[in-house]
């Protein structure tokens, strides 16, 4: 049991990812995919069937299954992609793909957010932790369990991450995250770290620099454009932070992605 990959895909709208994302493709034999779309809408393909995309659905579909997914022009996307290799619970894939789409509701953005953070984690214990959350998940809806959606203090953070992923081309501090979820911002601090591994603002970097990503692999934005969109102080400080996450300068990585794309 390996989680292989876990991806935040935020307001997919520009051409050349929309390209990306409606690619027919599969995975593996012994793996299966999950997608959990937090907004916006569009149609999601599984071999020969196609559904509505609608907040707060989950598709579930196995390895070898070709999918595709093609966003509304007018409602850009907006979600989290996981990808398993799991032979052993194959039939559990199986039942829960005959049960497409699954409507779980809004309020997992957060459950789906740890998820990435410790599947993409160097620790061994935390990438194997999400695993079991996942499937805890999934047997919980194969069951026909009624799943309870987050609530006490997980709801404030689902509400600050949603805040942050909302302004992310603005500019925020600490405490206007913190006023919005109503915490005294060192409380805050402490709980976010407890649950995310990192601070409120590094998370906040971090989704800065995912939509970095997706600006220069889907917009023909100059790299200083792209520095003033998400408000860093110079394209000097954005290209010395992307080079620090990526380990490639923007325009190194652009050139990259674009040639996998054959574009």
């Not at 992609?81 to 953005?109: F, H």
């Not at 805890?136 to 942050?164: D, H, P, Q, S």
């Not at 600006?215 to 110079?234: G, W």
């Amino acid at each position: 049991m390996e989680l292989l990959d876990a991806v935040f895909v935020f307001q997919m709208h520009e051409e050349q990812e929309l390209l990306w994302h409606q690619r027919v493709h599969s995975h593996e034999k012994g793996q299966f995919e999950l997608h959990y779309f937090v907004s916006g809408s569009g149609t999601f393909s599984n071999a020969h069937n196609r559904y509505g995309i609608s907040p707060g659905s989950l598709f579930v579909t196995t390895g070898q299954t070709i999918h595709s997914i093609e966003a509304s022009v007018e409602e850009s996307l907006t979600y989290y992609a996981t990808l398993l290799s799991c032979p052993e619970e194959l039939e559990l894939a199986k039942r829960l793909e005959a049960m497409n789409p699954i409507k779980v509701g809004t309020n997992w953005r957060f459950f789906f957010e740890e998820v990435r953070d410790k599947g993409l984690s160097q620790t061994r214990e935390l990438r194997i932790s999400a695993c079991h959350q996942v499937l805890g998940f999934l047997y919980n809806l194969a069951a026909g369990t009624k799943i309870e959606e987050v609530k006490g203090e997980n709801i404030r953070l689902e509400k600050a991450i949603r805040y942050m992923q909302r302004h992310v081309f603005d500019k925020v501090d600490l405490q206007m995250i913190a006023n919005h979820v109503q915490l005294d911002h060192s409380y805050f601090v402490r709980l976010f770290k407890k649950r995310m591994n990192t601070t409120p603002m590094q998370y906040y970097s971090n989704l800065q620099l995912e939509a970095a990503r997706a600006l220069l692999t889907s917009t023909n934005l100059s790299v200083k454009e792209i520095a003033d969109k998400l408000q860093f102080c110079s394209e000097f400080h954005f290209s010395k932070r992307f080079k620090q996450s990526t380990g490639a300068s923007p325009s190194a990585y652009r050139k990259t992605h674009l040639q996998l794309l054959g574009i």
